[in-house]
């Protein structure tokens, strides 16, 4: 059994992740900015923490982290505004990482994105800006030194998905249900031994468990 945390607990992913990671035999922490996700957070079975992305130092997240055995970054500012992105997606990782160094915490997991995303339709500032800050935060993951695993999802359905997935170095871009990435996470959470490496995840057609094996062998 694993100490879990969540950061994005409450969001489409983080939600859908907390029973699969109780289901394995783990004990889940859930990061949470509104009081009454508290109540929502200790009925799916996780222990909550407060915490808001917008105001949080490294100080602050390492309260959360100490003594964790690893760490999910599932949060993201949703498209609603620059500063929020700048915080969230970009800045939000850099806390970690300085909190994780702080009270060796070695394992995280970042959801990041598509690299593709979008690129099918005119985007503007604000989606070129997501971008440019979720390459900056996993280019610090990646430079950390820590046991990091980052996931790229395609387009994010609001789905709980088959169980079924794509996943590799490199794929043609498509969708991918929420409920399949939280299942991916879970998967490669208890699979350690993968490590220091960056996935990108569609729908597909091999099982979860199937695909996270190919992974550990290639």
Same mark, same amino acid.
């Given at each position: 059994?694993?100490?879990?945390?969540?950061?994005?607990a409450t969001g489409g992913i983080g939600s859908r992740l907390i029973p699969m990671l109780i289901r394995r035999g783990h004990s889940v922490t859930g990061l949470h900015r509104k009081d009454e996700q508290a109540r929502e +957070?200790? =009925?799916?079975?996780?222990?909550?923490?407060?915490? =808001?992305?917008?105001?949080? !130092?490294?100080? =602050? /997240? &390492?309260?959360?982290?100490?003594g964790a055995d690893a760490v999910v970054f599932s949060a993201g500012a949703a498209g609603s505004g620059a500063e929020r992105t700048s915080m969230i997606d970009g800045q939000g990782p850099v806390k970690l990482i300085e909190a994780a160094r702080a009270t060796g915490v070695? $394992?995280?997991? +970042?959801? !990041?994105? /598509?690299?593709? &995303?979008?690129?099918? $339709?005119?985007?503007?500032?604000?989606?070129?800006?997501?971008? !440019?800050?979720?390459?900056?935060?996993?280019? &610090?993951?990646?430079? !950390?030194g820590l046991d990091y695993v980052i996931v790229r999802p395609g387009t994010l359905k609001s789905e709980d998905g088959d169980g079924q997935v794509a996943a590799g170095r490199a794929l043609t871009y498509g =969708?991918?249900?929420?409920g399949n990435v939280a299942a991916f996470i879970a998967e490669l959470i208890d699979t350690p031994e993968i490590r220091q490496d960056a /996935?990108? +995840?569609?729908?597909?057609?091999?099982?979860?468990?199937e695909a996270v094996a190919a992974l550990r062998r290639s």
């Open positions: 059994m694993a100490d879990i945390v969540l950061i994005g +957070l200790k =009925d799916a079975g996780a222990t909550p923490a407060k915490g =808001d992305l917008m105001r949080m !130092s490294a100080d =602050d /997240f &390492a309260a959360i982290i100490k070695k $394992r995280i997991y +970042l959801v !990041s994105v /598509f690299p593709d &995303a979008g690129r099918d $339709r005119d985007t503007g500032e604000g989606f070129e800006h997501y971008m !440019s800050e979720k390459k900056k935060a996993d280019a &610090a993951l990646a430079a !950390s =969708d991918v249900a929420r /996935f990108e +995840l569609t729908n597909g057609d091999t099982p979860v468990a």
